[in-house]
Structure formats: structure tokens, C-alpha cells
């Protein structure tokens, strides 16, 4: 009982550190550029958008004015983070070769990702018919 606990104490763990670390370190710095253009140095990158709202809005046809930017790299860093140390414990815990490992990693890194940002496409397109509905009212 204690192991299971240690190992979802050390997912739990995981979990906010890299949420932490893809929230204020990584989206929120992207956004920043992103709403203030002029800002940047010279021989930075410019950043024009943030990489999984683009995938989101090209595959479900969203109107990218009507979603909230600051509540979706909220989720986009809870779900990147959850991606990431599932994978990494789940992987950690099963007593096989490197190479198994790591092929089970990679195809459950493929199917977390589809999964979990489909699941959150439908959301934001289900949150957008509602406003339509309530604007056309």
C-alpha cells in the first residue's frame, strides 16, 4: 500500500512541477509576446501564435475571438502536464526493457495527446454553439 501511495504522491508531484514549468515559463510567456508585439528584442523569435489553439481552431473550426486565451493555456498546460507525467510514471513502473519502455511510452504519448485535445476541442466547440445560441436569442 505504501508504493502505490509513494508512486502517486511522486505523479502528483510531477504533475505540478511541470504544470508550473509550461504555465509561467513556457504559455503564459508566449501569450505575452503574442499581445505585445512590440516588446520583443531583435534576433528573438517572434512568436505569432500558441501551437495547440492553432490545432484546435483549424481542426474544429473555431472562432478564435470567442475563446478565452488565458483559460486555454490554462488547460493547454494541465493537459501537456498530465500527458507528460503519466506517461513518465506509468513507464517508471512497468518492469520491462528500455525499448519496451520506451515503445509503450511513444504510442501512449500518441494516444493521450489525440485523446485529451479532442476531448477538449469538443468542449471549446460545444462553449461556442452555446454563445451563437445565445447571441442569435
Not at 49 to 78: C, M, P, Q
Not at 104 to 133: D, M, Q, V
Request: hydrophobic fraction near 50%; proline fraction near 1%; include cysteine.
Amino acid at each position: 500500500m505504501a508504493k502505490y501511495l509513494e508512486d502517486f504522491l511522486f505523479f502528483i508531484g510531477l504533475l505540478v512541477i511541470i504544470f508550473i514549468i509550461d504555465y509561467f515559463f513556457i504559455n503564459k510567456r508566449k501569450l505575452n509576446q503574442i499581445e505585445n508585439k512590440k516588446q520583443t528584442k531583435k534576433g528573438k523569435k517572434k512568436i505569432k501564435s500558441i501551437g495547440e489553439l492553432d490545432y484546435l481552431v483549424t481542426k474544429f473550426k473555431l472562432d478564435s475571438n470567442l475563446i478565452n486565451k488565458d483559460k486555454a493555456i490554462i488547460w493547454f498546460s494541465l493537459i501537456n502536464s498530465f500527458i507528460i507525467s503519466f506517461t513518465s510514471c506509468l513507464i517508471v513502473l512497468i518492469p520491462m526493457k528500455l525499448i519496451w519502455q520506451l515503445l509503450i511510452a511513444f504510442a501512449l504519448l500518441f494516444g493521450l495527446i489525440y485523446s485529451l485535445y479532442e476531448i477538449y476541442g469538443r468542449h471549446l466547440k460545444n462553449k461556442e454553439l452555446k454563445i451563437k445560441n445565445r447571441k442569435s436569442e
